[in-house]
C-alpha cells in the first residue's frame, strides 16, 4: 500500500485559509506518520485508532491558529505526544479491576505483530521489532520518535521538541533507549532459543508471560552472566542499519481513506453514519466517521475549523445534529477525489450524481526547454549503449566506483570523477590513475557494509592521508546509512579526522527509499539537511534511489513511482545550496533495479523523467 505524500508548506497555508481539498490531502498526507508515532509508542493498544483520531482532530481545530506553517509536521508531532501522554495518564487514574475489558491490546494481534506481518519482517528486523514489547511505556515514546529519525522521516530537532527537551538532552536520552532496546534483543533471542537454557528456565518459572521492564532486566542480568546464553549477544547488527529503511507500518481499514468519496460542492457536505451507505466530503468527514463516539462537540469544533457543514448521524437511530458554516469559495468546484481513486468515465459508483458541473481545466503551458546541470550525474558501468545514454540523460558528471572510467567513453564536457573503493584499492599505481583521471576524489564506497568496503574508521582514518596526497579534492568514505547520527560510522570518522587534522572537503552519503510515495522527496530532504546540518560541509549524493531492503529480497517501485520520484527528488536537490552533487543508481537498465537506460542508451519512463528534471 502507498503511504500517502506528506504535504508541504503550501497546502498547509491552504488548509488553513479554509481550502477543503488541502485540508483533505493533508489529513491523508500526515495520517500514516501519526498512527506510526502513536502505534509505537502505545504498544498497539486498542487506543491506538481512537488516539490517532483524536490527534488529527485537534490538528485541524487547531490549524487556524498555527503561526508558522513550516512548522506543521513538527506541531502535529507535538500534539501527537500530548495525547498519547493523555493516554497514559487517563490510564493510570482509572486502574483496572475485575475481569478484563475486551478493548485491550491482544498480545497476539498488537502493533508489534502488525508491524512484522505487514512489513514482512524476518530476522534481526523482526527481533527489533520484537523487542519493543519489553520497553516501558517511557521508553516506548522516545522510541517511537527516535524510530522514525533514524527511518529518515522526523528530524532530531523535531524530536527533542515532542519530548520537551534540548537536542543535547534528547540525544542522551537516545542513547539510553537505545541501550534498554539492545538488552530486550538479547531478551528476545535467550527466550526464542531452543532447547532453552535450563537455568534461564528457572529464571522465568514464576513469569506471567507478559513482557515487561521489570523480566527485561532479569533475563538480560541471566543472560549477561550464563556461559550458555551469552552466546546469543554475538552479531547483533547495529540497530539504526536495521531501521533505517524500514518503511512506515500501513494504516489499518479503519484509517484508511478508502470509501467513494462525493464530489464537493464547496459550500456543504453530508456525512452519514458508517454502517450506512457510506457518503462523505472528503478525508476529514471520513476521519469523523471512526470517531462517532467522541464528544459531538469536539466533532463539530473540528469540521467547523475545515470550513464546511456536516450533518452527523449518529448511532442507534438518534437525530442528527446539523451544524452550518457559512465559507468563501471559488467560482469552480473542485473535485475532492484524489487522482489515483476518481472514478473513470462510465465507471459505476455507488455515490449518487451530483448535478453540480465543472470546467475543463486550461491546457498546460508550453514545456520550457531543460538545460543540463552540472549538480546533476549517474552512477554506472560499461554496457551496450552507454555512450549514447550519457549524453542523452543530460548529466553533468558520471562515476563508475573505480579510478578509471572503466571502458565508458563519455561525451565531451560530461566529467569523470574517480573513487578509491576500498583499502585493497590503495596501491599507489592506483592512486596515480585516479589523479590523471579528475580533480576530485570519491573516498571509500560504504564502509560501514560487510559486503562492501568494510572497514573501521580508524582503519580509514589511518588510510587517509594516501589520499591526501594525491592533492585532489577529498570526499568523505560514503556511507550506506545513519550519516546524520551520532556515534555511527561517519560520525566516528569525522571526528577522528578532526582530531587527527586530516582533511575532509565534502560529505558523499548514499540513500535508498522504502517508501515508494511522493512522500519519499521529503524523506530524502530530511536526511540530506540532517547531514548537512552535523557536518557544516557540502554534501554529494553519491547513490539514491527508491529500493525496499526490509523483506531480505530487494523489492523494487514502479515505473511511474520511480519516475515520479526522479523528477521530484532532481528539483528538490537542485534547490538545495549546498548540494554540489547527486547521482541517481544506476545509468544501466540491463538488469531489474532502478536503472534509467536498456542496452542501446534507449530510455525508460524513469529515464526519461530523470533526463528531462534538474
Known amino acids: 500500500m502507498a503511504v500517502p505524500v506528506e504535504p508541504g508548506v503550501a497546502t498547509v497555508v491552504a488548509a488553513r485559509d479554509g481550502d477543503q481539498r488541502a485540508l483533505d490531502e493533508l489529513v491523508a498526507g500526515y495520517l500514516p506518520l501519526v498512527y506510526n508515532i502513536v502505534g509505537h509508542a502505545l504498544g498497539g493498544h486498542a487506543d491506538t485508532d481512537d488516539v490517532v483520531q483524536e490527534t488529527m ?32 495518564r487517563a490510564h493510570q487514574r482509572v486502574p483496572v479491576t475485575g475481569e478484563v475489558p475486551e478493548d485491550l491490546a491482544d498480545p497476539g494481534a498488537d502493533f508489534v505483530d502488525l508491524t512484522i506481518m505487514r512489513l514482512q519482517l524476518s530476522g534481526q528486523r523482526r527481533e527489533v521489532v520484537a523487542a519493543t514489547r519489553w520497553l516501558s511505556e517511557d521508553e516506548r515514546e522516545l522510541l517511537s520518535l527516535w524510530w522514525l529519525e533514524a527511518a529518515g522521516r522526523l528530524t532530531r530537532t523535531e524530536v527533542a521538541e515532542a519530548l520537551n527537551l534540548t537536542p543535547q538532552h534528547t540525544a542522551v536520552r537516545v542513547q539510553r533507549v537505545k541501550g534498554q532496546l539492545d538488552a530486550a534483543r538479547i531478551v528476545v533471542r535467550a527466550l526464542e532459543k531452543q532447547p532453552r537454557c535450563p537455568e534461564l528456565a528457572e529464571v522465568v518459572a514464576d513469569w506471567d508471560g507478559d513482557p515487561s521492564a521489570l523480566w527485561r532486566k532479569r533475563i538480560a542480568r541471566h543472560t549477561r552472566g550464563c556461559r550458555r546464553c551469552e552466546r546469543v549477544m554475538s552479531d547483533l547488527a547495529a540497530v539504526e542499519g536495521l531501521i533505517a529503511r524500514l518503511p512506515l507500518v500501513p494504516l489499518p481499514a479503519a484509517l484508511a481513506f478508502s470509501q467513494p468519496l462525493l464530489t464537493a460542492t464547496g459550500t456543504s457536505a453530508v456525512l452519514t453514519q458508517v454502517g450506512t451507505a457510506p457518503v462523505a466530503t472528503g478525508k476529514v468527514a471520513l476521519l469523523l466517521q471512526g470517531a462517532l463516539a467522541k464528544p459531538i462537540a469536539a466533532a463539530a469544533a473540528a469540521v467547523l475549523a475545515a470550513g464546511v457543514a456536516v450533518t452527523v448521524v449518529l448511532p442507534s437511530g438518534e437525530e442528527p445534529v446539523a451544524q452550518a458554516v457559512s465559507v468563501t469559495t471559488s467560482a469552480t468546484p473542485t473535485s475532492i477525489l484524489p487522482p489515483e481513486t476518481a472514478p473513470s468515465p462510465g465507471s459505476s459508483s455507488s455515490v449518487p450524481p451530483t448535478t453540480t458541473t465543472t470546467t475543463a481545466p486550461a491546457p498546460p503551458p508550453a514545456a520550457e526547454p531543460v538545460v ?99 592533492g585532489l579534492r577529498l570526499g568523505a568514505p560514503s556511507v550506506g546509512h545513519s550519516g546524520d547520527k551520532e556515534g555511527a560510522w561517519l560520525d566516528r570518522f569525522m571526528t577522528g579526522a578532526a582530531q587527527r587534522g586530516l582533511r575532509v572537503d ?109
Open 57 to 88: 482532530l485537534r490538528a485541524v481545530n487547531g490549524l487556524s491558529s498555527l503561526r508558522d506553517p513550516a512548522g506543521f509536521r513538527s506541531w502535529l508531532v507535538v500534539i501527537a505526544m500530548n495525547q498519547v501522554r493523555e493516554r497514559h
Open 372 to 470: 543540463a546541470s552540472a549538480k546533476k550525474g549517474v552512477s554506472t558501468w560499461n554496457f551496450d549503449g552507454v555512450t549514447k545514454a550519457l549524453g542523452d540523460v543530460r548529466a553533468g558528471w558520471y562515476y563508475t566506483w573505480g579510478s578509471t572510467p572503466e571502458g565508458v567513453v563519455a561525451p565531451p564536457n560530461v566529467e569523470f570523477v574517480p573513487m578509491v573503493w576500498g583499502e585493497k584499492s590503495m596501491d599507489q599505481a592506483n592512486l596515480d590513475r585516479a589523479k590523471a583521471n579528475g580533480k576530485v576524489l570519491l573516498g571509500f564506497n560504504e564502509p560501514d557494509f560487510p559486503e562492501q568496503a568494510n572497514m573501521t574508521p580508524e582503519r580509514a582514518l589511518d588510510l587517509w592521508p594516501r589520499l591526501q596526497e594525491t
Open 506 to 614: 565534502f560529505i558523499p552519503i548514499h540513500w535508498y527509499g522504502s517508501d515508494f510515495s511522493a512522500a519519499a522527496v521529503d524523506h530524502l530532504k530530511n536526511y540530506v539537511e540532517a547531514v548537512h546540518a552535523r557536518y557544516g560541509k557540502p554534501v554529494w549524493l553519491t547513490e539514491y534511489a527508491l529500493i525496499d531492503f526490509s523483506g531480505g529480497t530487494p523489492r523494487y517501485p514502479s515505473q511511474q513511482e520511480l519516475a515520479a520520484f526522479a523528477r521530484g527528488s532532481s528539483a528538490m536537490l537542485e534547490g538545495l545550496p549546498y548540494v554540489e552533487r547527486y547521482a541517481w543508481f544506476a545509468l544501466p537498465a540491463d538488469k531489474p533495479g532502478t536503472g534509467l537506460y536498456a542496452p542501446g542508451g534507449t530510455p525508460n519512463q524513469a529515464g526519461e523523467a530523470y533526463r528531462d528534471a534538474g
